[in-house]
């Protein structure tokens, strides 16, 4: 069973940085490099956006509201994606969800997801 698990998450105030991690315990190493993987997330009283995703080879896009402060990246010899938000906004503030697809070429629709993690940025 796929099991995605988020972590760096908090209160930040604005301006400031985090770095979102996310790993799949069980996962082989073949099968991470495999997937295409992202970050999702969604705000109160909206609806869940695609904020940056990665393929098997590389290739990223962005959601244009976090291009030039946010970089999505994976790290293969830990098996885990990053999300790394710098100049952090109040309007970032979110549960940050991370997705993972069986086509790697493709993060959409994604096939496991994250139980979340809360990013807060106050003012």
């Known amino acids: 069973q796929v099991q995605l698990v988020e972590s760096g998450g908090g209160l930040v105030e604005a301006g400031g940085s985090l770095r979102l991690s996310c790993k799949d315990p069980?996962?082989?190493?073949?099968?991470?490099?495999?997937?295409?993987w992202g970050w999702y997330r969604q705000a109160p009283g909206k609806e869940r956006e695609l904020v940056a995703a990665?393929?098997?080879?590389?290739?990223?896009n962005y959601a244009d509201s976090v291009k030039g402060r946010f970089t999505i990246s994976k790290e293969n010899s830990k098996k885990t994606v990053y999300l790394q938000m710098n100049n952090l906004k109040p309007e970032d503030t979110a549960v940050y969800y991370c997705a993972a697809d069986r086509d790697g070429t493709n993060i959409l629709p994604a096939d496991y997801w994250g139980q979340g993690t809360q990013v807060t940025v106050q003012v």
């Open positions: 990665i393929t098997s080879g590389g290739n990223k």
């Open positions: 069980r996962i082989i190493l073949s099968t991470f490099w495999g997937r295409a």
